[in-house]
């Protein structure tokens, strides 16, 4: 497997002869030949990890690469939150009540660079860690509570962060390491306990009451046991066997939590955290179609040096996205070059890259429903009265929403399908909405949405209670399939 290092500034990193060749960070993102090894292994030394920014960017685009990131996207995100870094960590708690018992401070911090620390006595969890997390350069801090060592927070370091004693030590340990490779938990026992996590004062939820009852009705069928939480009883996931999340999601949101924590401690779990993350943001949805050569609209990745080529390429009006949009909101459409530079502007104090991409005006969008592999319903979404977008949320009467029609999956055209499954089966095997756009002969994948709408009298026009039994089906056969020893998914 080649190996890639991926840096702000190649200046900061000094082992470019005798190491895995080194690479600037936008060069990484925007030039295609980084994309034709898909076997890479990425290690992303990039100075910032906050969300939207570069060193973000670069794991989420090398999982859409099919490269292997060092850190994974979803580990940028889990250190965000003390309670999944203790979740995460659980496991060498014992491992570092050991390793800092002799120390009489409270307090303590260790500095991994590549599995290793400058004190020789801490690289066992030093390695440990590096292993656990796959984070190059990392700084845990560690905190004695009542008598017992806590993990307090683990950051993510970029190469500016190493103190300057330590700088010829990390460049070693990585020297040694351009060699050397982890495993998650497991679930079972009983009647299986499926919790359904649902927020009734969201405004934009996936699934109405009706549908919520079905959902409910279809487990109970099945000889499950759900039970309905709020995003309060985050401390209860570990009495379930399962985590079915009907509230909407996104990154920086409980939902991603509650998925997390879920994954964690070994549920079944729909939507998948991973799932999440890939599909709540366009940039990588964008890169992930390009790179498998699925159609979608002419399609660039905007940053501050390229905002001119816009029109060029796209014509005007064309389609702004920030990366996190979702239900309609976040996606602006611009019809003259002084809307384009203000809104490509307004978007980039947000995020380093924006999704534009042409405009395609059509009646409706098509909308497949997947899971675990097959089409479970087709639907047309139409578009509200009088709007370019399926919801028009600044109509005089509020919120307007265009009509839902279900239809048999034979009765979609052939193209349709075949292209919302190859674009679904490359998130996973979760539960996915693609939405399709046709102009004539013409279809152009629009996006993979991680939490699709399921509505009674909408998405269940043509399977009624059929519908719910078979997302309920899935849950089960991953449960039976968990307990029998199979590998759980």
Not at 168 to 186: K, V
Not at 410 to 432: K, M, R, S, W
Request: glycine share 6%; hydrophobic share 40%; proline share 6%.
């Amino acid at each position: 497997m080649n190996s890639l290092i991926v840096v702000e500034d190649p200046d900061d990193w000094p082992l470019g002869e005798s190491g895995p060749p080194v690479v600037p960070a936008r060069s990484y993102l925007t030039d295609p030949a980084y994309g034709e090894d898909r076997s890479a292994r990425v290690f992303n030394l990039c100075q910032s990890f906050h969300y939207q920014k570069l060193g973000y960017y670069v794991s989420l685009l090398a999982e859409a690469r099919g490269h292997r990131p060092w850190p994974p996207a979803g580990t940028i995100e889990d250190l965000q939150s003390q309670n999944l870094v203790q979740v995460l960590t659980s496991e060498l708690a014992q491992l570092v009540e050991q390793t800092l018992a002799p120390l009489k401070s409270a307090q303590f911090e260790l500095s991994v660079y590549f599995g290793l620390n400058v004190a020789q006595r801490y690289n066992v969890l030093a390695g440990q860690l590096f292993k656990l997390l796959q984070v190059p350069l990392l700084r845990a801090r560690f905190e004695r509570v009542k008598g017992h060592w806590q993990t307090r927070s683990i950051d993510l370091i970029g190469i500016n962060d190493i103190p300057p004693e330590h700088r010829q030590f990390a460049f070693d340990a990585a020297a040694r390491h351009f060699a050397r490779r982890s495993t998650g938990p497991q679930s079972a026992a009983r009647r299986f306990r499926i919790a359904i996590l649902h927020n009734p004062e969201e405004a934009h939820q996936p699934s109405n009451a009706p549908a919520l009852r079905k959902f409910a009705a279809a487990a109970t069928a099945l000889g499950m046991q759900p039970e309905f939480i709020l995003p309060g009883d985050f401390g209860r996931l570990p009495e379930f066997d399962a985590l079915f999340i009907r509230d909407t999601t996104f990154v920086h949101h409980y939902t991603y939590r509650f998925a997390r924590r879920a994954k964690a401690e070994g549920l079944v779990v729909i939507d998948d955290p991973d799932s999440i993350l890939k599909c709540n943001n366009k940039v990588y949805l964008a890169e992930l179609l390009a790179h498998h050569n699925l159609p979608a609209p002419r399609t660039l990745l905007i940053h501050r040096d390229n905002i001119d080529q816009i029109v060029p390429l796209l014509a005007l009006p064309c389609v702004l996205k920030q990366p996190d949009s979702s239900f309609s909101v976040g996606v602006d459409k611009v019809s003259d070059e002084r809307e384009l530079r203000a809104k490509v502007a307004e978007l980039l104090e947000m995020s380093d890259l924006i999704v534009a991409q042409e405009w395609l005006p059509t009646e409706f969008d098509w909308r497949v429903g997947i899971l675990d592999g097959r089409v479970i319903f087709v639907c047309k979404y139409y578009m509200a009265h009088g709007h370019w977008q399926i919801i028009d949320h600044n109509s005089e009467t509020g919120r307007n929403e265009g009509p839902t029609e279900a239809l048999a999956i034979g009765e979609a055209p052939e193209d349709v399908v075949t292209i919302a499954l190859q674009a679904a089966n490359l998130i996973g095997d979760g539960f996915y909405g693609v939405d399709i756009k046709q102009s004539g002969n013409r279809c152009c994948i629009i996006e993979v949405n991680d939490n699709p709408n399921v509505d009674a009298g909408n998405e269940d026009g043509v399977l009624k209670d059929a519908l719910y039994r078979e997302v309920m089906g899935v849950f089960l056969r991953r449960l039976e399939q968990d307990r029998s020893g199979g590998n759980p998914t």
